[in-house]
């Protein structure tokens, strides 16, 4: 999953005021809502003009992406790393590809514009360390998947469509492994109907002695 985050500076105008609560939390009031402010003043406290001029208010939005597979991005048996069993780990390969980088300036300019459009200043990325490209360093977004991808063709996927792999019949995958791609979104729940589905056909094929 790509992503990245811009941070502004905001100085709100006509209709917005900042108001603030007690116990230290922090509420945006419209219009609207000034008289109901009104009825309650121990528990709101409305900011003047010239607090709010002085001092405004910092946003950050964020934005996230969905990565297309690439040649470059895979991972395989590590040829001299082991561990302390002495069984080879894994060796990870990853690239970003035109499509997310294109996404990612997509993202970086819409917020720039609705930013500015507000009346703000844009005050760079929110998170440098981890955007300094204008885009996510891999890994550092949560929710990556894939790795062990489920098709039709051994010779381009390791497992079936039931998540079963192509070589060891008795060797079934139930995560997030066997994705072919990562949508952005949360991917907990098409994991459970997955692994529902799995277990199931493991379930017919150990009545049929196929396993």
């Known amino acids: 999953m790509l992503g990245v985050s811009v941070r502004a500076w905001v100085v709100l105008g006509a209709g917005i005021m900042v108001a603030t609560l007690v116990r230290g939390d922090v509420a945006r009031l419209d219009a609207e809502t000034r008289l109901a402010a009104a009825d309650a003043p121990t528990i709101v406290a409305p900011l003047d003009g010239s607090a709010l001029g002085d001092y405004g208010v910092t946003l950050s939005l964020a934005g996230r992406g969905a990565m297309i597979p690439n040649q470059h991005t895979y991972c395989e048996i590590d ?36 930013i ?22 891999g890994g550092t977004i949560i929710h990556e998947l894939g790795t062990v991808r489920m098709g039709k063709d051994p010779k ?56």
């Not at 500015?116 to 360093?137: C, D, H, Y």
């Open 79 to 114: 040829p001299s790393v082991v561990d302390r069993f002495g069984i080879p780990v894994l060796r990870f390969s990853f690239r970003w590809a035109e499509h997310e980088v294109r996404q990612a300036r997509h993202m970086e300019s819409t917020f720039q514009e609705i």
């Open 116 to 137: 500015q459009k507000m009346g703000g200043t844009v005050l760079g990325l929110a998170n440098p360390e981890r955007e300094g490209e204008g885009i996510s360093i």
């Open 156 to 211: 381009t996927s390791a497992l079936n469509a039931y998540c079963q792999a192509h070589d060891a019949k008795n060797l079934f995958v139930a995560d997030a492994a066997p994705f072919v791609s990562n949508p952005d979104k949360n991917p907990t729940l098409t994991i459970t109907a997955l692994a529902w589905r799995t277990a199931e056909y493991l379930a017919e094929e150990l009545k049929k002695g196929n396993v």
